[in-house]
């Protein structure tokens, strides 16, 4: 689906599996924003399919966080496609030792650089990055400001947040990363799972009912 001009959402739907939603940002350079699970990568590609889009014309695939279903499907990307993500998950990546990113073959990814806080530019377009820990220790949301879209990922969802109780997660860190995004203009957020809000208002209204409901939690 078309979200807005050159941003496409194939949204994961299937309730019987889990996987990411997953981004395409069709611009001056061709960005894929966490491509899921290899296993469940079909829709994605069929998504980029029918824009006429092959994985070969990639130019940057941009991992939000280290869980294997945003991670995984990278392998499907070859050079002169890069891979970015934060350091803080690449190291977790390694340090935790996932089974699940074994079998994958992923113990040994490597990105090609590392997001860093504050401004990305890639081809025309510049995005802001913001270090949003508590989901995972290195998560990053990606916001644009020139479509006010914020990727807030597993970091916030619409009526939700992400979950805390994996290895690396931490309420107080999610209670303040949720606090920061939660202050930028925002007309679309774009989760990692569930439906996409739209419009200033019911996107502010996301954020008010998640602190009424979700912070006396996150200790």
Same mark, same amino acid.
């Given at each position: 689906?078309?979200?807005?001009?050159?941003?496409?959402?194939?949204?994961?739907?299937?309730?019987?599996?889990?996987?990411?939603?997953?981004?395409?940002?069709?611009?001056?350079?061709?960005?894929?924003?966490?491509?899921?699970?290899?296993?469940?990568?079909?829709?994605?590609?069929?998504?980029?399919?029918?824009?006429?889009?092959?994985?070969?014309?990639?130019?940057?695939?941009?991992?939000?966080?280290?869980?294997?279903?945003?991670?995984?499907?990278?392998?499907?990307?070859?050079?002169?496609?890069?891979?970015?993500?934060?350091?803080?998950?690449?190291?977790?990546? +390694?340090?935790? $030792?996932?089974?699940?990113? /074994? =079998? @994958?073959? !992923? %113990?040994?990814?490597?990105?090609?650089?590392?997001?860093? *806080?504050?401004?990305?530019?890639?081809?025309?377009?510049?995005?802001?990055?913001?270090?949003?820990?508590?989901?995972?220790?290195?998560?990053?949301?990606?916001?644009?400001?020139?479509?006010?879209?914020?990727?807030?990922?597993?970091?916030?969802?619409?009526?939700?947040?992400?979950?805390?109780?994996?290895?690396?997660?931490?309420? +107080?860190?999610? $209670?303040?990363?949720?606090? /920061? =995004? @939660?202050? !930028? %203009?925002?007309?679309?957020?774009?989760?990692?799972?569930? *439906?996409?809000?739209?419009?200033?208002?019911?996107?502010?209204?996301?954020?008010?009912?998640?602190?009424?409901?979700?912070?006396?939690?996150?200790?």
């Amino acid at each position: 689906m078309e979200v807005t001009k050159n941003l496409h959402a194939f949204i994961w739907r299937d309730i019987m599996s889990n996987n990411c939603n997953t981004y395409f940002i069709n611009g001056s350079k061709k960005i894929l924003v966490d491509p899921g699970h290899r296993q469940l990568f079909s829709h994605v590609k069929e998504g980029l399919s029918a824009l006429q889009v092959s994985l070969d014309q990639m130019d940057l695939v941009i991992v939000t966080h280290g869980h294997p279903d945003h991670v995984e499907a990278v392998q499907f990307f070859d050079r002169p496609t890069q891979v970015a993500m934060s350091q803080v998950d690449s190291q977790f990546m +390694k340090e935790v $030792k996932n089974p699940f990113l /074994r =079998i @994958a073959g !992923l %113990d040994d990814f490597e990105p090609d650089f590392f997001l860093q *806080e504050g401004r990305l530019n890639v081809g025309d377009e510049t995005f802001q990055v913001v270090s949003t820990p508590g989901h995972s220790p290195g998560s990053v949301c990606l916001y644009w400001p020139e479509q006010k879209a914020l990727f807030s990922r597993d970091v916030v969802f619409s009526g939700g947040i992400g979950r805390t109780d994996f290895p690396g997660g931490n309420g +107080k860190l999610l $209670k303040e990363s949720i606090q /920061r =995004i @939660a202050e !930028l %203009d925002v007309e679309y957020l774009l989760p990692g799972h569930g *439906e996409i809000i739209s419009g200033r208002k019911d996107v502010e209204r996301n954020f008010q009912m998640i602190k009424d409901q979700w912070f006396g939690y996150l200790i």
